[in-house]
């Protein structure tokens, strides 16, 4: 009787138990296995996303190998169509010669626009003067009066050694000044000579074609 008592006792709290338990555990077990569904189904999402990956990096490579292959067919054919041009030597600079400038020139020059208040020379005194050429003679300048030439044989010494004074070379540039002239003269006396001959011609021509009008018209009359 005493066992059979206590068979009863625990039959009883064992099926207390079974009801309990499950009434108070039911909604995590609920949400954890919400959770275990969503996990799962990230994680077949994710295997999808590194399947598609894994064969777009495939396509990727073998488009890579293509173009590669493409562009070394393309490099092939320019090679053998292309002959590289012949080297050729780049032509030497043109050499530059420097005209050399005669001291004593490049001294006369550099004295042009200088102003004086006055010129002495062995000619007369000059006021306000202003150099406008010297040369291998002389000086030609400008003055209150109008302009004037004083020759290095006019002025003081001086001036003969500032601008470097030769009476040989002093002789050759008036030489050389003087058949310039005479050249200009020549060609002037030529032109003028010219012209007159022409117009003697013209009068002449114009001479003999009036008598040939005038003979005509008294054989008409």
């Given at each position: 009787m005493k066992h059979?008592?206590?068979?009863?006792?625990?039959?009883?709290?064992?099926?207390?138990?079974?009801?309990?338990?499950?009434?108070?555990?039911?909604?995590?077990?609920?949400?954890?296995?919400?959770?275990?569904?969503?996990?799962?189904?990230?994680r077949n999402e994710a295997n999808d996303a590194l399947a598609k990956a894994?064969?777009?990096?495939?396509?990727a490579k073998e488009e890579a190998e293509m173009a590669t292959k493409r562009l070394a067919e393309l490099q092939d054919r320019i090679s053998q169509s292309v002959a590289p041009a012949p080297f050729s030597a780049p032509a030497p600079a043109p050499s530059i010669s420097i005209p050399t400038i005669d001291p004593k020139v490049a001294l006369r020059d550099a004295a042009k626009g200088e102003k004086l208040d006055q010129l002495v020379t062995s000619k007369g005194t000059?006021?306000?003067?202003v150099i406008s050429s010297v040369d291998p003679a002389g000086i030609n300048f400008i003055f209150a009066d109008g302009e004037a030439r004083a020759s290095f044989d006019d002025l003081d010494q001086s001036w003969k050694d500032r601008f470097k004074y030769d009476p040989a070379e002093a002789s050759a540039y008036l030489a050389a000044k003087v058949a310039d002239q005479a050249r200009v003269?020549?060609?002037q006396a030529k032109t003028q000579a010219?012209?007159?001959?022409?117009?003697?011609?013209?009068?002449?021509t114009n001479a003999a074609t009036m008598e040939a009008q005038n003979q005509q018209l008294k054989a008409y009359l």
């Open positions: 059979l008592l206590w068979f009863f006792l625990v039959c009883g709290i064992a099926g207390g138990a079974q009801w309990y338990f499950p009434q108070k555990y039911e909604p995590q077990l609920v949400a954890l296995q919400q959770e275990v569904e969503q996990v799962g189904k990230a894994t064969s777009d990096l495939t396509n000059y006021q306000q003067v003269d020549a060609d010219d012209a007159q001959l022409a117009a003697k011609q013209d009068q002449q």
